[in-house]
């Protein structure tokens, strides 16, 4: 019944209960599967790059342990190396520093604590692409009133773009 209601991890414990009582073959195989899916591992990936710094975050089907002395990056693995710090939250792990443009290889460490004790059995591994930001402009200041006089101009901000055209109005 907990099998066929998505409740695996009660499933699995009857099932095991079960299978010391009486051994079978398709409860044992069912009970190998119902481990590897309630296994604590990363089910998520997600790369955010339109900050100026950006980063790559691991989603966990568990909350990470927060303990202070456990160093997250004694897990983390990338190549190239991130210039960044490792951090968590809830059930998300990420690896901030990363720059744009790159492609980089992540390796999440077994052992890599959940807050229930339990941990990762394998590595994780994955690849990235951090894509540049999207082009953008932005003034500098309030940018919709110019002065009348003495001014240095209108200072412009852009993300990935070699050239502007503007168009002045006045009101």
């Known amino acids: 019944d907990y099998d066929r209601h998505d409740k695996q991890k009660e499933a699995l414990a009857a099932l095991k209960a079960g299978l010391a009582l009486t051994p079978s073959a398709p409860v044992a195989e069912r009970v190998a599967q119902l481990k590897r899916l309630v296994a ?5 990936v997600e790369v955010e790059a339109e900050a100026d710094v950006a980063r790559a975050c691991l989603r966990l089907n568990e909350k990470i342990a927060a303990k202070s002395d456990l160093s997250y990056s004694e897990f983390v693995r990338s190549d190239p190396a991130a210039d960044g710090i490792v951090t968590a939250r ?3 792990l990420c690896l901030n520093g990363l720059k744009h443009g790159e492609t980089y290889r992540i ?3 077994a052992g890599f604590p959940a807050v229930t004790g339990e941990k990762t059995g394998e590595t ?5 692409v951090v894509p540049d930001r999207r082009p953008s ?14 001014s ?3 200072p412009i901000t852009t993300i990935n773009l070699d050239r502007v ?3 002045l109005l006045q009101v």
């Open 40 to 44: 604590f591992r990363v089910t998520k």
């Open 90 to 92: 809830g059930d998300t």
């Open 107 to 109: 390796e999440l460490l």
């Open 124 to 128: 994780f591994e994955t690849r990235i």
């Open 137 to 150: 402009i932005t003034f500098a200041g309030a940018g919709y009133v110019l002065p009348r006089e003495d």
């Open 152 to 154: 240095a101009g209108l």
């Open 165 to 167: 055209k503007i168009r």
